[in-house]
């Protein structure tokens, strides 16, 4: 369960604020459009990305140890925030 929820408290802190979030939220506030259809595309769209998500690493995990992918991300998620920030400079 430990597991689980450590899943979900960092998908839903990685989520909050991002461009994704915010699309949805540019979408929601348009006039005329439903709220329900907007929140079922973006859930559909978040479920299909993770669906993706773990059938890849469930492979990867078959070729490469999970700690060195858990560093491999790790890795990979600050080199995308240097980038972020020294190409916004």
Same mark, same amino acid.
């Given at each position: 369960?430990?597991?689980?929820?450590?899943?979900?408290?960092?998908?839903?802190?990685?989520? =909050?604020?991002?461009?994704?979030? /915010?699309? %949805?939220? +540019?979408?929601? $506030?348009?006039?005329?459009?439903?709220? !329900? *259809?907007?929140? =079922?595309?973006?859930?559909?769209? /978040?479920? %299909?990305? +993770?669906?993706? $998500?773990?059938?890849?690493?469930?492979? !990867? *995990?078959?070729?490469?140890?999970?700690?060195?992918?858990?560093?491999?991300?790790?890795?990979?998620?600050?080199?995308?925030?240097?980038?972020?920030?020294?190409?916004?400079?």
């Amino acid at each position: 369960m430990k597991t689980y929820v450590l899943v979900f408290a960092s998908v839903f802190l990685a989520e =909050l604020g991002d461009k994704t979030q /915010l699309a %949805t939220l +540019t979408f929601a $506030a348009t006039p005329g459009v439903s709220r !329900l *259809g907007v929140f =079922l595309a973006a859930a559909a769209a /978040l479920v %299909t990305s +993770t669906l993706i $998500a773990v059938l890849i690493g469930e492979k !990867l *995990g078959e070729w490469i140890a999970p700690h060195h992918l858990t560093r491999g991300a790790g890795l990979l998620f600050v080199a995308i925030g240097v980038w972020m920030l020294i190409g916004r400079g």
